[in-house]
């Protein structure tokens, strides 16, 4: 294994991981903060008596469970910051391991290198998911921290714990399908057009599954497996993270391989 690789790797992560994993720590806190603000009694009142049916159908846990600390907690793994934050950060990673140097120009001298492109492929790959991992940590640990600084005694941040975990899964498939339209690439930004489209079109399903009589679409987008408010409320909330996380992993898992057998047999263009 070539360290210097894996390190060169590591470091073109680092700056923009370690931000991300910072906002997403100060916003978990903060929203345990704006939880402890809020009087979820009368909440709990207005919501049974104000807006039950418009907000039914979009919220992924029931309303009686919103107006508990716990469920209030639960939905900030399904934030719209939180959401875009990781996705961000998996679309640019994600977009940079063969489209990005490519077009930079920076790919043909790494493998001019006695570094074979099997050795590239899994170091970039290798550490982006570490990266990934510590975004979600970042998350739990922000919302862990919060819980014990304003004293929720009633919110367990372990029962937090598959939330993140299928979070990570998320974010593992957006940065395989990223991946998967850079390998075969010569251009970054029509990687970043081709993998936003998709993902719009993903996110605008599984709105319309929520939302609309036609809870079908939702096994028609990776989004329908994204459901961490939800499960953290279940029963048995690892056997349905499981359910919902594995085959978001595996399908990350059988994108990445495609992907590496695809840039190792490609012809790489001569420098512009």
């Known amino acids: 294994m070539n360290w210097r690789l894996w390190w060169y790797c590591w470091t073109r992560h680092a700056g923009s991981g370690t931000a991300s994993v910072g906002v997403l720590a100060v916003f978990h806190f903060l929203f345990v903060w704006m939880t402890s603000l809020v009087d979820l009694g009368y909440l709990g009142v207005f919501l049974r008596l104000g ?3 418009p907000l039914q159908g979009i919220l992924p846990i029931p309303l009686e469970q919103v107006a508990t600390p716990q469920g209030m907690i639960s939905l900030t793994w399904m934030d719209a910051v939180v959401v875009l934050v990781v996705s961000a950060w998996a679309v640019a990673r994600g977009s940079d391991v ?14 001019a290198l006695p570094v074979s492109r099997l050795e590239y492929f ?3 790959v290798g550490t982006a998911l570490v990266w990934l991992g510590k975004l979600a940590l970042g998350g739990w640990l922000g919302t862990a921290l919060g819980v014990w600084w304003f004293e929720f005694s009633e919110v367990s941040a ?5 939330a993140a975990l299928n979070l990570w899964g998320l974010s593992t498939l957006v940065y395989a399908l990223a991946v998967g339209f850079s390998a075969p690439g010569r ?3 029509r990687t970043l057009g081709a993998v936003a489209a998709v993902y719009v079109v993903q996110l605008i399903l599984k709105v319309l599954a929520r939302m609309s009589p036609w809870k ?10 994204f459901e961490p408010a939800w499960m953290v409320h279940q029963a048995q ?3 349905e993270c499981a359910v919902y996380t594995v085959p978001l992993v595996l399908g990350a898992g ?4 495609w992907s590496g057998w695809v840039f190792v047999r490609r012809d790489l263009p001569a420098p512009a």
């Open 51 to 53: 807006i039950r049916l």
């Open 98 to 111: 063969v489209s990005g140097p490519l077009d930079r120009g920076e790919l043909e001298w790494l493998l």
């Open 122 to 124: 899994a170091a970039q």
């Open 158 to 162: 372990l029962a937090l714990a598959p």
């Open 187 to 189: 251009y970054r930004r």
């Open 216 to 225: 079908w679409l939702a096994w028609t987008t990776f989004f329908g497996l």
């Open 237 to 239: 909330p690892w056997k």
């Open 254 to 257: 059988v994108l990445l391989v």
